[in-house]
C-alpha cells in the first residue's frame, strides 16, 4: 500500500529543506504538535539541542547567529512554546540577528478556534519579526524555507517565523513544489552610488576632525577589516556602539572607544566636536545620543552608511546618505581615495590625546573590584575568547573593560537590554565555535532568569566559563535608585539567592567561590585549565558604580565620571 | 499636511494588520484607507491617505517599503492625479425640506438610492472638497447616516 509512492511527510519535507539551506543543529523544545517533527528528526543527520526553557531555545539560536554569521535555528511548540519564544524573538528584531524560528501549530481545521494549547503566534510576532508565514500545505514548505533563510540573513537581517500545523508535518506523501522564491516585493541594496562615495572620500579629506562610529551593521556586514584599513590609511579615529564592539581590536591606536551612556569621555567629547561624522551601520539608538538627535554632533557634517534606508535620518538629520552594504561601501571609499589627499589630523589627535591622558578609566586595586576581574580575565583569555553577557553593570564593564578582539566574539543582548539571555547565548556560542574559549559574564540577577540552562551545559559538556559577578543586588536598579532616587533603595535586594557554586555542583558543573584579590588570578586560570564548565563566584559590592554615566536628560559630554 | 500614498501589495491574508500596525506602532494616524484586488489578481492596491510632515511621511514611506508585501509606494500628493471618494448619506426629509433637499441632492449631481416616508438616502461621488461640501449644504436639513468609503486615486495620463 503506498509503497511506490516517492512522496515524503511533511515533517521530513521540512527537515530536507533545512538541510538544503545548510543547517546543521537546531535548537528546540517538544510539544504535542510538532510530535510529528520529533519523530523525523530521529532519522535526520541535523542535530537538536535541547534547552530547558524556550526562552534558552531563541537565545541559544541568536548566541549562535552572532558568533558564526550563520542563521540560527530554533523551533517551539504551539501556544505557551510558542510564546515563550517572545523576548527572544524580540531581542534579535532589535539587534538585526538572523534567525529562523519554527513554531508549531495547532491542525489547521481547529486554527482560529481557541483551541488547546492555540496562540496566534503571527499575530503576536508581528511587530517584532522581518516576516512571517503560516503554512498551509506541506508542499510548500521548499519554497518558504528558501525564503525563510534568505529573508533572514540579506539586507538588514532579522528573525523570520515559519508557523507550521500539525497536520501540515503529519501530511502524507508530500510531492514537494520546486522551491523557487516568489518576492517581489523585497529589495537589497548593495553597492553605493558613485557620485556618493565621491562626496564621501572629498568630505574626508576636507575635514579637519572626523569621527568614525561603527555599530552592529559593521559586524552584519564583516566591514571590520575594510574598516581597519580605512582607519589604519587616513588615520581616522574610530568610536563604536556597543553592537559595534570589536570593529577595531581593542588596543588599536585609533580606538577611542565606546561612545554614549557608559562611552569613553573621549569618544563622547571626540563625537561631539568633531566636523565629521561618518556612521556606519548604527541607528543613533537613544543609549548612545542620550534621546537627543538634535543636540548629538550638532558641529559635524553627518555621513550615515546603511543597508536600512529607515535608519537614515531618523534620529540625526544627515548630509550625505547612502544606503547600501557597509563593507561594499567602505571598499569603494578606499578605492576612491588616492584621488583626495589625505586629511590633516595632528592637531586632532592631540586634541584626542590630552583628553585620553586626562580620563584614563581607572578603578581601585586594593579590594575586589569588578573591573579587576575583567580585566584579568582579559589578560588571561585575549580577545579571541568569545564573551557572552547578561544585562545590568557586569555588561558594561565587560564593554569597557574587556579587550574584544573580533567583533562575533561578544554576544550581548543591545537593543532589547534582555537579562537571561547569556547563558543560553553561551551554550548556541560554544556549539557554533566548538574550538574557542567561551565565558559568561553576568551577574546574580541575570543569572537567575536562565539559572535552568546550566542544564542544557551540562548535558551537552559544553566547557563554558561562567565569570558571576556577584553583588546580591540588582546592580543596576540600584545604580540608578542611588544616583537619580535620592538613595530610596527599592526591590534591589536579591535576598534567598543559593549558594551559586552548590547550584552549579549541583548540575556537575564545577564552581569556585573567590572573595579577595589575591584568588582572582588563580581562580581565573584554574577555570581556563578546566576542561569542562566552571562557575567562578566573585564577591563584590554592591556599592560598585558603572562610570562614566551620562545621566538622563543630558548630552553626551555631560558626564559623571568619578 | 495629508498626503495620499498608493501602495501596491500582495493580495493575500494577513497583509492588510502588517500595513496597518506599521501605523499603530509609530502613533500615526490614517486618514483613509482603501483596499482592494488590483487588474492583477496577485496584488491588491491601497490608497492610504495619511498626515504628516516632510519627515514622517518619508519614515512612513520606507517603512512600508521594507514590509516583504509591498511592492511599491508612490506618493501621489504632488503629482496630477483623478482622485475620487464615494459616500452614501441618509438624510430626513419632510414635506416643507423635501423639494429642497431634493434641489441640493441635483446640484451636487447626486443620485436618490433609496427612499423612505421621512427620509431618502443620496449616492455621490467625487473629490473629498466636494463630499464634504455637500454635507455640509445637507446638515441644515438633518443629516441622519454617512458612510464615505475614503479616497482612491490614480494618476492622470499625460496629454
Ligand atoms: C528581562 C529584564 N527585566 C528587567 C530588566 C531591567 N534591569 C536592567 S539591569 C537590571 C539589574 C541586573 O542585575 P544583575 O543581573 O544582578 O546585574 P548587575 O547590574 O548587578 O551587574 C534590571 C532589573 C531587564 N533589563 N531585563
Known amino acids: ?562 | 499636511m495629508l498626503h495620499t500614498l498608493a501602495v501596491l501589495v500582495e493580495n493575500h491574508p494577513g497583509v492588510l494588520i502588517r500595513v496597518a500596525g506599521l501605523f499603530t506602532r509609530r502613533g500615526y494616524n490614517i486618514d483613509s484607507l482603501t483596499v482592494c484586488q488590483t487588474e492583477d489578481p496577485e496584488l491588491s492596491r491601497m490608497t492610504i491617505v495619511v498626515a504628516g510632515d516632510d519627515q514622517v511621511i518619508e519614515q512612513v514611506r520606507n517603512q512600508l517599503s521594507k514590509l516583504v508585501v509591498v511592492h511599491s509606494v508612490t506618493d501621489l500628493t504632488e503629482e496630477s492625479v483623478v482622485d475620487r471618494e464615494l459616500a452614501l448619506v441618509r438624510i430626513q426629509v419632510s414635506s416643507e425640506t423635501r423639494s429642497e433637499v431634493f434641489q441640493t441632492v441635483d446640484v451636487f449631481r447626486g443620485r436618490v438610492v433609496d427612499m423612505g416616508r421621512n427620509d431618502i438616502t443620496v449616492e455621490l461621488t467625487g473629490t473629498i472638497k466636494k463630499l464634504d461640501a455637500f454635507v455640509h449644504a445637507i446638515q441644515p436639513y438633518g443629516l441622519l447616516e454617512l458612510v464615505r468609503t475614503g479616497k482612491i486615486a490614480i494618476l492622470r495620463s499625460e496629454t
Open chain 1, 1 to 562: 500500500m503506498g509503497e511506490e509512492t516517492t512522496g515524503l511527510k511533511g515533517a521530513t519535507v521540512l527537515l530536507n529543506a533545512l538541510q538544503q539551506e545548510g543547517v546543521d543543529v537546531i535548537f528546540g523544545y517538544p510539544g504535542g504538535v510538532v510530535l510529528p517533527l520529533y519523530d523525523a528528526l530521529v532519522d535526520s543527520p541535523i542535530r537538536h539541542v535541547l534547552a530547558r526553557h524556550e526562552q534558552g531555545v531563541v537565545y541559544a539560536a541568536d548566541g549562535y547567529a552572532r558568533v558564526s554569521g550563520k542563521v540560527g535555528v530554533c523551533l517551539a511548540t504551539s501556544g505557551p512554546g510558542a510564546t515563550n519564544l517572545v523576548t527572544g524573538i524580540a531581542n534579535a528584531y532589535s539587534d538585526s540577528i538572523p534567525l529562523v524560528v519554527l513554531t508549531g501549530q495547532v491542525p489547521t481545521t481547529l486554527l482560529g478556534s481557541d483551541s488547546f494549547q492555540e496562540a496566534d503566534i503571527i499575530g503576536i510576532t508581528m511587530p517584532i519579526t522581518k516576516h512571517s508565514y503560516l503554512v498551509k500545505d506541506a508542499r510548500e514548505l521548499p519554497r518558504i524555507v528558501k525564503e525563510a533563510f534568505y529573508l533572514a540573513s540579506t539586507g538588514r537581517p532579522g528573525p523570520v517565523l515559519i508557523d507550521i500545523p500539525k497536520d501540515v508535518l503529519a501530511q502524507e506523501n508530500v510531492e514537494p513544489f520546486v522551491a523557487e522564491m516568489k518576492l517581489k516585493g523585497y529589495k537589497v541594496f548593495g553597492r553605493g552610488n558613485n557620485g556618493k562615495i565621491e562626496e564621501v572620500a572629498k568630505a574626508l579629506s576636507e575635514s579637519r576632525k572626523p569621527v568614525l562610529y561603527a555599530g552592529g551593521g559593521v559586524v552584519t556586514a564583516n566591514a571590520e577589516g575594510i574598516l581597519r584599513h580605512l582607519s589604519d590609511k587616513t588615520n581616522l579615529p574610530v568610536v563604536t556602539t556597543l553592537m559595534g564592539l570589536g570593529s577595531l581590536p581593542a588596543g588599536h591606536p585609533n580606538l577611542l572607544g565606546m561612545v554614549g551612556m557608559h562611552g569613553t569621555v573621549t569618544a563622547n567629547y571626540a563625537v561631539d566636536d568633531c566636523d565629521l561624522l561618518i556612521a556606519v551601520g548604527v541607528r543613533f539608538d537613544d543609549r548612545v545620543t542620550s534621546g537627543m538627535g538634535h543636540r548629538f554632533a550638532t558641529k559635524a557634517k553627518v555621513i550615515h552608511i546603511d543597508i536600512d534606508p529607515v535608519e537614515i535620518s531618523k534620529v540625526v538629520k544627515t548630509h550625505i546618505r547612502i544606503v547600501g552594504d557597509a563593507r561594499e561601501i567602505l571598499e569603494e571609499v578606499l578605492d576612491s581615495l588616492p584621488g583626495f589627499t589625505v586629511p590633516q589630523l595632528s592637531d586632532w589627535w592631540s586634541q584626542l590625546r590630552a583628553w585620553q591622558n586626562e580620563h584614563t578609566l581607572g578603578y581601585d586595586m586594593d579590594r575586589l573590584t569588578p573591573q579587576m576581574v575583567i580585566k584579568c580575565l582579559g589578560e588571561l583569555a585575549g580577545g579571541e575568547a568569545i564573551i557572552t553577557t547578561d544585562v545590568g553593570q557586569h555588561q558594561m564593564w565587560a564593554a569597557q573593560y574587556y579587550p574584544t578582539a573580533h567583533p562575533r566574539n561578544y554576544a550581548t543582548s543591545c537593543g532589547l537590554g534582555a537579562m537571561g539571555y547569556g547563558l543560553p547565548a553561551a551554550v548556541g556560542a560554544q556549539i557554533a565555535r566548538t574550538d574557542d574559549k567561551v565565558f559568561l559574564i553576568t551577574g546574580d540577577g541575570s543569572l537567575q532568569m536562565s539559572i535552568q540552562e546550566l542544564g542544557t551545559i551540562a548535558q551537552n559538556k559544553l566547557p563554558i566559563k561562567i565569570i558571576l559577578l556577584n553583588n546580591g543586588v540588582l546592580g543596576m536598579v540600584r545604580q540608578w535608585q542611588k544616583m537619580f532616587y535620592s538613595e530610596r533603595y527599592s526591590q534591589i535586594l536579591l535576598q534567598g539567592n543559593p549558594d551559586f557554586v552548590k547550584v552549579a555542583e549541583a548540575y556537575g558543573i564545577r564552581g569556585i567561590h573567590v572573595d579577595s584579590t589575591e584568588q582572582v588570578r588563580s581562580a581565573i586560570t584554574e577555570a581556563i585549565n578546566h576542561p569542562g564548565p566552571v562557575l567562578l563566584d566573585f564577591a563584590i559590592s554592591p556599592e560598585e558604580a558603572v562610570l562614566p554615566l551620562v545621566p538622563p536628560g543630558n548630552v553626551i559630554t555631560e558626564m559623571i565620571v568619578r
